[in-house]
């Protein structure tokens, strides 16, 4: 009887050993991946907040829905220069192509209604600024491959905070 | 108590699962909707290749949340989710949007971290006890998103309790974006400045103490109530979408699951009643309700609160996450419909939305009237 007492206590002894041995390493797997999920998670946002980063991380956090700075009111005037310097109709994408609808906005009213379709989820006012820039660049070698006009863009903002912005683009004939 | 303890439970792992495939589904597919004019302008000029490419990358991403929503062995797919949409935003960063970027981490933390074998559709083993590790860190992922929203608001000098967003949004952006009824009459009130001031500091309290509520069992069931009021009322008059369905899933990872702890009495003269309680296993995802004949509806929660008629079928069903799923179908499904018959479709979620809070209100109610408190408060609920 003591004898089988004897040999039983260490046996428990090793099995209660290995049991916490192994619960440790489930812990600290767990510990690890956690660890590793909160430095996944901000990453992202951190990379956003630098305003010296280019597109695709614009300078804003990332948790918030509506902390963005609001939109400026712009009006925005775009013109199609002949190789004389005159000024001619600007040849729009077709009807019912979304591009139209950014192309044709002028008025504050009119570019505000189509920001959201430069940016999806209205970054901010240079995220705006820089998908205006890069479609009007592609709508340019579009309509004119050979650059026989000049696309001349300028937008006027007013930002929520009383701000006064003004951006031109300017792609010469050649 | 150690944060790796088996605390919880196949059916609560099974469940939130199984809701967070469905909403992963339903959001990729809402943003195709959302998405289509941006993509349209992104594309213009670029070759058919290139102008497609965030489109596959989406499709992939909608494909993997399916598979991902099938079943754990498909856990892989919902780190392919995660990687599809992280590339999707590198190709076209138009497609970033925060409400993806919480999906994507929810569903790959589900995809790590829930333990439960097989299908989340499989019924049984429910009750069997699991870490409660997965839970844990929904939670935190649910603090982290607010008191993150809150040190940005904090720093913004539209914010800070000057009520400058509120107003823009009430006055400029919502008549602009959206239709529906509720921002024709918060317009003029929110214009306010005094108004505007006050809720822009009742956000960002609130947003604060939801987390610190739900932490505590002993606020656990306010900041429930908190947190449904903050985005029931955000989603009816801004539609932040998929924002509101996430966190609301969230909520789920604070409340037990398979108790069986709530008695759902049904009249058994009623074939209604019959035929609901028939299915109401299927609906019962979390395991919280056990049925019981009687002669009229009641929903006993075990602990002396008691909801009867009516409102007993309208507190079950908020026990599960259907109920949530039902109405983000509603706000989330073909969003290019924005008209039904001759009202906007705004208008008509917000009048469904209405009524669900002035019968969930009138439960409330009639559970007041009823309900003796538990001997003690801090039980779990």
């Known amino acids: 009887m003591e004898l089988q007492q004897c040999t039983r206590i260490p046996r428990v002894r090793i099995r209660a050993r290995c049991d916490t041995v192994a619960s440790v390493d489930a812990s600290s797997r767990a510990t690890v991946a956690a660890l590793v999920w909160l430095a996944v998670q901000f990453a992202v946002p951190a990379l956003r907040l630098d305003p010296t980063q280019r597109p695709p991380f614009s300078p804003r956090f990332s948790w918030s829905m509506f902390a963005g700075r609001p939109l400026a009111t712009c009006s925005h005037e775009l013109r199609w220069i002949t190789r004389d310097g005159a000024p001619t109709t600007l040849p729009l994408p077709p009807h019912g192509h979304a591009a139209r609808r950014v192309l044709s906005a002028r008025t504050p009213d009119e570019f505000r209604r189509v920001v959201p379709l430069l940016s999806a989820y209205a970054d901010d006012d240079r995220a705006m600024i820089s998908s205006l820039d890069d479609l009007l660049r592609r709508y340019r070698a579009t309509v004119d491959p050979h650059g026989a006009h000049t696309l001349a863009s300028t937008l006027d903002c007013r930002t929520a905070r009383g701000e006064v912005l003004r951006r031109t683009l300017r792609l010469e004939a050649r | ?381």
Not at chain 2, 124 to 152: C, N
Request: proline residues 5%; aromatic residues 10%.
């Open chain 2, 1 to 381: 108590m150690s944060p790796f303890a088996p605390d919880s439970t196949v059916a609560s792992h099974r469940s939130l699962h199984r809701s967070l495939g469905v909403l992963a589904v339903l959001g990729l597919l809402h943003m195709r909707g959302e998405w289509r004019d941006t993509l349209a302008v992104w594309g213009y000029g670029r070759s058919v290749g290139e102008a497609a490419r965030p489109w596959w990358l989406l499709d992939g991403a909608t494909l993997a949340a399916m598979l991902f929503a099938l079943g754990i062995a498909w856990r892989a797919s919902g780190l392919a989710m995660g990687v599809l949409m992280a590339m999707a935003y590198v190709v076209a960063p138009v497609t970033y949007h925060n409400n993806l970027y919480l999906l994507a981490l929810l569903v790959m933390l589900t995809a790590l971290f829930a333990r439960h074998e097989g299908s989340p559709w499989q019924r049984g083993d429910g009750e069997r006890a699991v870490s409660g590790v997965y839970e844990r860190l929904v939670q935190w992922q649910l603090a982290i998103a607010y008191v993150g929203s809150v040190l940005v608001k904090a720093t913004h000098p539209l914010w800070q309790g000057t009520g400058g967003v509120i107003r823009w949004l009430a006055v400029v952006r919502v008549p602009e974006t959206r239709g529906g009824m509720l921002n024709a009459w918060l317009s003029p009130l929110l214009a306010h400045h005094g108004i505007a001031a006050a809720l822009d500091v009742v956000v960002e309290v609130g947003e604060v103490a939801i987390p610190v509520m739900l932490a505590s069992p002993r606020w656990r069931r306010m900041g429930l109530v908190a947190g449904v009021v903050l985005h029931g009322f955000l989603q009816a008059w801004l539609h932040p979408q998929l924002f509101t369905f996430l966190m609301l899933w969230g909520y789920f990872a604070y409340v037990p699951a398979g108790d069986r702890a709530w008695t759902l009495t049904w009249n058994v003269r009623s074939p209604l009643q019959r035929r609901l309680a028939a299915w109401w296993p299927r609906i019962d995802w979390r395991a919280r309700i056990a049925l019981r004949e009687g002669d009229a509806s009641a929903l006993d929660d075990g602990r002396g609160g008691r909801w009867q008629g009516f409102g007993a079928w309208v507190m079950a069903a908020v026990l599960s996450p259907v109920s949530l799923l039902a109405v983000a179908t509603l706000c989330l499904l073909a969003p290019t419909i924005t008209r039904v018959g001759p009202w906007s479709r705004d208008g008509v979620e917000q009048v469904m939305l209405g009524a669900l809070a002035v019968i969930s209100a009138a439960t409330l109610v009639q559970r007041t009237l009823v309900w003796e408190r538990s001997p003690d408060p801090r039980t779990a609920l």
